[in-house]
């Protein structure tokens, strides 16, 4: 409850703030896209679909922070592809973290146990993972 009411209040003073400043539309969160790449092969997905050039490619911590800090918004969701694949997403979320920045990790779930103590629990870290079926359709792999 203490978490949702940080939040609540954090994101109420963002918007009043906007407000205060004139204006009329800004960002209240932030789809932080870092890399396409999956390891699952979801029919619907159009994200593994892309060319292999484009699926080995991934953002920098560094480029990251840029964008969460040129948006302003308070939240930040990071899908996929799979986030946990990214060779550096403990460093991306640790950083924005310390940023203060709410940050929902969206995942599918499989590689969680073998990533979850690279990130420290914190009351703006927030891991949604979204099944896509039954476990036969879940964790069919590319």
Do not use: W
Request: aromatic share 6%; with cysteine; charged share 25%.
């Amino acid at each position: 409850m203490a978490v949702q009411l940080q939040q609540a209040l954090s994101v109420g003073k963002y918007i009043v703030t906007q407000r205060l400043q004139g204006r009329k539309k800004y960002p209240l969160v932030l789809m932080l896209e870092p890399l396409f790449r999956c390891n699952l092969a979801c029919p619907g997905c159009g994200k593994i679909q892309h060319p292999l050039q484009i699926l080995k490619q991934h953002l920098s911590p560094e480029d990251c922070f840029k964008a969460v800090e040129e948006c302003g918004a308070p939240v930040v969701s990071i899908p996929g592809g799979e986030p946990l694949l990214h060779p550096q997403m403990d460093e991306i979320v640790k950083g924005l973290v310390e940023r203060k920045k709410f940050v929902y990790l969206c995942t599918n779930g499989i590689l969680l146990e073998d990533k979850l103590d690279l990130f420290e629990p914190s009351p703006y870290l927030t891991f949604s993972i979204h099944l896509d079926g039954l476990k036969q359709m879940h964790d069919k792999n590319k």
